[in-house]
């Protein structure tokens, strides 16, 4: 009887273990199934161009329906987020974050700078030996910067949901001298004419860039959810407004993610077909294996160390409950585009607080690039290797500085780090144009390091949340927050004490049965 018992619980729990992780399970099995599908097509059939495009349409609608969601989700979290914490509180969480992303990205660089001057993989070859691919995108570090600001201050906000800010410059040409043909200038005169340098003269001229100005609505969001906070019973309807807006979207990528291993699938299957040039990851070898030994070091051993070390649980079951966010990074390369699913498994499989999560994760999928400042780091110093050049310790420092501002300047999109990429290499005096060299290969390597970055996002709002524990508690015991959906409050007093109004964050409580209610609390 006891064995037959023990069956059918084993049973039970694998049925169990089944429907809990079956969306991971199809998104894993659709990628074997997409790199085998990918290979047999590249071997036994000829595509055309046209046709390859045609192949990798059911990816495309995947890509497309998780960017639809990306802007509702930041929009209506971020605000949310920072309404339901008082301000002091925010700021506390906001600047234990800021200082785990730099913390997090300086440690990633100085892991790459370390494993490129051991491997050393460009000093076995020579830039003309490796082909290149692309263009050098035409950037200044001064310009890149200051668009940086300049797109944390949208002058449209309806615009910043699909344009960003990009400076380009004009050259203006220089005044011409007035034709004098009455006397004939002296032989030195022209001689030194020739001689003079010309300084070239320079026009800004402001351009967008199609893509979602993520930084400037973050910025936005943060400022309108602190004044909803402050508004108290006035701000409530903007506030279940948005609370529902959140709820609606999350609903919204539970769809779109039944559909997600049929996407991965052709996405994965369409790429191996369009790539025309293995013979470049012969080439490229040692980079990859330095690039990718980096960020698994990063991703299994530091990364995961600080958690241990802050949070005191076992950081790789804290890993596995992100493991579909991963996946989904590893296949799509878009830190922003995986934001929703980053979402579900944070709250759902890892139990973090909505308020944390809400808050931390899309600052997070914007400016915490570990593993592309780690990229950037190692590509720099072998673009370097590769020329022969050789980097004394300030340059050194300078890739390590330039690396860590850079990436969070990267938008969460596809290949923004070779944008980034080219500031690094300025500001060593490396030649810009050999950011080719490792475009080649970059469109892999994206792949790894965005999956690292996502990682990082979702180990900082663990991290975040521990150390915000204690304010967290305190907010539970003055408003009657219900952890599960902090937004949804208990009535704590009746009609006749509704008189005596006091706010919690400047805020209001909204009970069960959707009355409202206030709590008398003091302000902390």
């Avoid at 995961?304 to 890993?319: A, D, E, Q, S």
């Avoid at 607080?353 to 950037?376: C, H, Q, S, W």
């Amino acid at each position: 009887m006891d064995m037959m018992g023990n069956r059918e619980r084993r049973g039970v729990n694998f049925k169990g273990l089944l429907r809990r992780n079956w969306l991971l399970i199809a998104t894993v099995i659709s990628v074997l199934l997409g790199i085998s599908l990918g290979v047999v097509v590249r071997e036994y059939a000829s595509l055309s161009h046209l046709h390859k495009q045609y192949f990798g349409f059911p990816g495309e609608i995947l890509m497309r329906m998780l960017k639809l969601v990306i802007l509702p989700l930041i929009i209506s979290s971020m605000i949310t987020g920072v309404a339901a914490l008082d301000s002091e509180v925010s700021g506390k969480i906001g600047l234990r974050a800021v200082i785990y992303y730099f913390s997090t990205t300086i440690i990633a660089v100085i892991l790459g700078i370390i494993l490129v001057m051991t491997i050393k993989p460009g000093v076995s070859q020579t830039a003309d030996h490796i082909d290149r691919t692309g263009t050098t995108p035409n950037v200044t570090t001064v310009d890149t910067l200051l668009d940086l600001i300049r797109n944390m201050f949208p002058e449209n906000l309806v615009q910043a949901c699909f344009q960003q800010y990009k400076t380009k410059r004009k050259e203006l040409e220089p005044p011409k001298a007035p034709a004098d043909t009455t006397t004939i200038p002296p032989l030195t005169t022209t001689i030194m004419a020739v001689v003079e340098n010309i300084t070239k003269e320079y026009q800004i001229i402001g351009t967008y860039s199609d893509g979602i100005n993520v930084l400037g609505l973050i910025v936005f969001c943060v400022a309108f959810g602190l004044v909803i906070g402050k508004m108290g019973e006035k701000g409530r309807i903007l506030l279940e407004f948005f609370d529902a807006l959140n709820e609606a979207t999350m609903k919204l990528v539970q769809i779109i993610m039944c559909y997600m291993p049929v996407g991965i699938l052709f996405l994965i299957a369409a790429k191996i077909i369009e790539v025309e040039d293995w013979e470049i990851f012969k080439k490229m070898g040692l980079y990859m294996v330095t690039v990718l030994s980096g960020l698994a070091i990063h991703a299994t051993i530091c990364l995961p160390l600080i958690f241990f070390v802050i949070v005191r649980k076992n950081p790789y079951t804290f890993t596995l409950g992100m493991a579909q966010a991963l996946v989904t990074a590893l296949m799509i390369s878009s830190s922003s585009a995986t934001l929703p699913v980053t979402f579900r498994c944070a709250e759902e499989n890892n139990r973090i607080d909505k308020r944390i999560t809400r808050f931390v994760l899309p600052v997070g999928a914007t400016i915490n690039m570990d593993g592309t400042a780690l990229y950037e780091a190692v590509a720099a110093i072998f673009i370097a290797q590769l020329n022969d050049y050789a980097l004394d310790v300030g340059q050194i420092v300078t890739i390590s500085i330039t690396a860590t501002v850079a990436s969070i300047g990267a938008a969460g999109v596809p290949n923004a780090g070779l944008v980034t990429m080219v500031i690094v290499l300025t500001a060593v005096g490396l030649p810009a144009s050999d950011v080719t060299l490792i475009v080649a290969v970059d469109w892999l390597l994206d792949r790894f390091r965005t999956m690292i970055n996502v990682l990082g996002d979702a180990y900082g709002a663990g991290i975040v949340q521990k150390l915000s524990k204690r304010e967290l508690e305190r907010m539970d015991l003055t408003s009657d927050v219900d952890v599960a959906n902090p937004f949804a409050l208990e009535a704590t007093l009746d009609d006749d004490e509704c008189e005596k109004k006091s706010y919690v964050n400047g805020g209001f409580t909204v009970d069960k049965t959707d009355a409202i209610s206030f709590t008398e609390t003091s302000q902390f």
